[in-house]
């Protein structure tokens, strides 16, 4: 007797210091490491703002969608921020303000006038507001591999109402128990003892919370011990209000694709498309009933059982006196109301892939996670807008099989800012980057770095001089034999430099290229930012290689700048957690190739759409808008190209498909639509003509490229780099002005 005893009490003892030690391992455990996770903050990443001024090229219709996907509410007399009133033009708008680096934003009450497509006037309390920012939209966030989202808030920012009511529902003796409740867990054991197996935990929030983090959702008793005893120790180490702030940042509320739902702001913003603290009673009650079953009551899949449960939490809301009765009843009868996307607001996943690549060669993966940091970029939401709409637009018109694809990069040239970006037919599909990725021949796209190589040679070239539109043969050493053709299968003979690229002669093209040398030309490529993919073959200088929509986004980017090649950018700013400072993305650029012959060029693109390839342009433009770019198609219709700009935008789309097989397009039937039904809905601003020094006119026969009078036949005005006029001049006598045709070349130089 006494032996067994004994042999109890060193076992008891045993396991009383194997329960210590296992006590003191989970103890470390937690504080080793609850702090960390507490603030583990993924990278958030934002949009331009918005900005506003009397006379900026905004429409009300503009402000109208910008404030609708930021979640600004709709009411007769805003009295907080988030608010707005519109009658007609004029916008009764209160901004929440925002920290932008280095300067705040202050929230503040604005009146907004609109007069056609531009503000008319703002003003505040009364004082005419010279320039206001909107809070900008976030449009993702840099999330950990396992695929984990977060919004982030402080519990002094969740609205008093709310954290009422979960802890009404959830836990109502959260601020009195140790972590654990005995009540909770004698209805547990009641429940599982009577069926026989683990059907109900009883947990508190902080248990909850403990599970989340550290254990699996299996239901043993081991697992439900080990929770309780964390729970107490998470107690003991933490305050409440810091226990319930995680909570509040860590419940999981469901899945959208491979992004988990984790914390109420997050979900608000998924299940309602609204900031936590500007959601009414209802949709409050909905968020907190979905942590008893996210998936079985999942709103967008389970409509009446999410109603039916809202309604039990609204329920008990009233019952623990958070609401009242009327309160209740009022709420139960409204509507789920939920986000009509359906989708987290503000997800465009190939710019977001865009700027992981680039922030990746300054932060490492878990900086990105883990650090909170703030990344502003130039992405703006009314041209991502206006890029979808005409790419499903023009591609269910093209195609309604759906087995072509379409990537498109849009640009503002001055600043080499990427401004929008669509990698794939399904806009917001995070699949294969096309705009990235697919690396495809360019087509006539690359022609202009042959004709731009030339018109650097004014002694030898310019937009005049005659090229030979005829059948050429290449046997290169170690290659195939290489006998281009025109689209028509037709030679042109004679034609000038500027016809050859406008009417993308292939025939004219091979000439100039192997007049110029393959060297020459690939040089001029790398010089406009195009360096990789290029084949120092004959047929680089009709489009072979492999290019990605970005590449020839690059190359006409330095083309539409004037000859300054500037690495394209996605970043603007990075600020840490706290708001400071970390790294400035500021423009960098250096001229690559000179003005002069920049000017010669821009004068062809445009002659591209006005009487060349690229004619359909106009089909969506006004003839009064000037813009200028280059069709691109490769062999047997595989790849539909458009590059251009206007005055304030660049553009390059694609259309193809993915096994590389025959479109039936050409760069004019495919792409440009989507090109010019975007710039038709986007671009603010005509093309300039500004000649630069160095750079005088002369009219020119067009037929045969000699100096010709003001009213002669055929006759054109074209720019020359000073002393490369043409020598030969025709009969011709002016016959006075007006007398010859007018057309566009006339009135680009001030004419009629």
Not at 138 to 149: A, K, L, R, V
Request: some cysteine; charged content about 20%; overall charge neutral.
């Amino acid at each position: 007797m006494f032996r067994t005893s004994h042999i109890l009490l060193k076992l008891t003892l045993v396991a009383l210091v194997l329960g210590a030690l296992f006590v003191i391992y989970l103890d470390a455990r937690i504080t080793a490491t609850f702090s960390d996770k507490m603030w583990d903050m993924p990278a958030r990443v934002y949009a331009r703002p918005l900005e506003l001024f009397a006379g900026a090229p905004v429409s009300a219709a503009d402000l109208s969608y910008e404030l609708e996907v930021l979640g600004y509410r709709a009411v007769s007399s805003p009295s907080k921020r988030g608010e707005v009133s519109r009658n007609r033009d004029r916008f009764d708008l209160y901004t929440r303000g925002f920290d932008f680096p280095g300067e705040r934003e202050p929230e503040r009450r604005v009146l907004i006038e609109f007069s056609g497509d531009r503000v008319k006037s703002l003003s505040a309390g009364g004082r005419v507001v010279d320039l206001m920012r909107l809070d900008p939209v976030q449009i993702g966030g840099i999330f950990p591999q396992h695929g984990e989202d977060r919004v982030l808030v402080q519990l002094a920012d969740v609205p008093e109402r709310f954290r009422q009511g979960l802890l009404a529902v959830e836990d109502r003796d959260f601020y009195q128990h140790w972590g654990f409740s005995i009540m909770g867990i004698a209805r547990a054991a009641f429940s599982n003892l009577r069926s026989g197996q683990v059907v109900a935990g009883g947990s508190t929030i902080t248990q909850q919370l403990v599970k989340n983090y550290y254990l699996s959702s299996e239901r043993t008793i081991v697992r439900k011990l080990t929770e309780v005893v964390m729970a107490v120790l998470l107690d003991l180490h933490y305050e409440k209000d810091q226990i319930l702030e995680s909570y509040i940042n860590e419940v999981y509320l469901g899945q959208e694709g491979p992004r988990a739902v984790h914390g109420f702001a997050l979900a608000a913003q998924h299940y309602f498309g609204k900031p936590l603290d500007q959601l009414n009673l209802q949709q409050q009650a909905l968020l907190i009933g979905m942590i008893k079953g996210p998936s079985l009551y999942n709103p967008e899949r389970n409509p009446k059982r999410a109603l039916q449960r809202r309604n039990v939490v609204l329920g008990v809301m009233a019952e623990q006196g958070v609401i009242t009765a009327d309160e209740a009843a009022a709420a139960s009868a409204a509507p789920l109301g939920l986000n009509s996307e359906g989708s987290i607001r503000g997800s465009f996943p190939a710019y977001l892939d865009l700027v992981r690549r680039q922030l990746r060669r300054d932060y490492r993966d878990e900086d990105l996670t883990t650090k909170g940091l703030s990344i502003f970029t130039p992405f703006d939401p009314l041209l991502q807008r206006q890029l979808e709409r005409s790419t499903t637009a023009v591609m269910d018109q093209l195609d309604p099989g759906a087995k072509l694809q379409s990537a498109s990069v849009v640009t503002r040239f001055d600043t080499g800012e990427v401004a929008a970006l669509i990698g794939g037919r399904k806009t917001r599909f995070a699949g294969f980057n096309r705009a990235l990725d697919a690396r495809r021949p360019a087509g006539s796209l690359l022609k202009s770095a042959i004709y731009l190589a030339a018109l650097e040679r004014p002694r030898q070239y310019s937009l005049a001089t005659v090229l030979s539109d005829t059948p050429v043969t290449v046997n290169a050493a170690g290659a195939k034999t290489w006998q281009p053709q025109n689209f028509d299968r037709k030679s042109h003979g004679d034609v000038l430099l500027y016809q050859a690229l406008a009417q993308s002669y292939n025939l004219a093209s091979a000439h100039l290229g192997m007049q110029l040398g393959v060297s020459d030309v690939v040089d001029m490529l790398a010089r406009l930012g195009v360096e990789k993919g290029v084949p120092r073959l004959p047929a680089v200088f009709l489009g072979a290689g492999e290019y990605s929509p970005m590449d020839m986004a690059m190359m006409y980017q330095t083309i539409a700048a004037g000859g300054f090649r500037m690495p394209l950018r996605s970043i603007r700013d990075i600020v840490d957690a706290n708001g400071e400072p970390l790294r400035r993305y500021p423009l960098e650029y250096d001229r690559t190739v000179s003005l002069q012959a920049m000017h010669l060029l821009h004068f062809a693109l445009r002659a591209v759409v006005r009487e060349g390839t690229g004619q359909g342009v106009y089909r969506y433009l006004p003839r009064s808008f000037e813009v200028a770019g280059k069709t691109g198609t490769t062999n047997d219709g595989r790849d539909s190209w458009f590059a251009g700009f206007s005055g304030d935008l660049l553009a390059v789309s694609w259309v193809g498909r993915d096994d590389n097989g025959s479109t039936g397009l050409t760069g004019g039937s495919g792409a440009l639509k989507i090109w010019a039904q975007f710039m038709a809905g986007s671009s603010k601003q005509s093309l300039a003509y500004r000649m630069p020094d160095g750079i005088q006119t002369q009219w020119i026969d067009d037929r045969n490229g000699y100096v010709t009078g003001e009213g002669c036949p055929n006759a054109r005005r074209l720019p020359f780099i000073a002393g490369s006029e043409p020598g030969q001049r025709t009969d011709c006598a002016p016959q006075g002005p007006g007398s010859g045709p007018a057309d566009w070349f006339d009135t680009l130089f001030g004419g009629n």
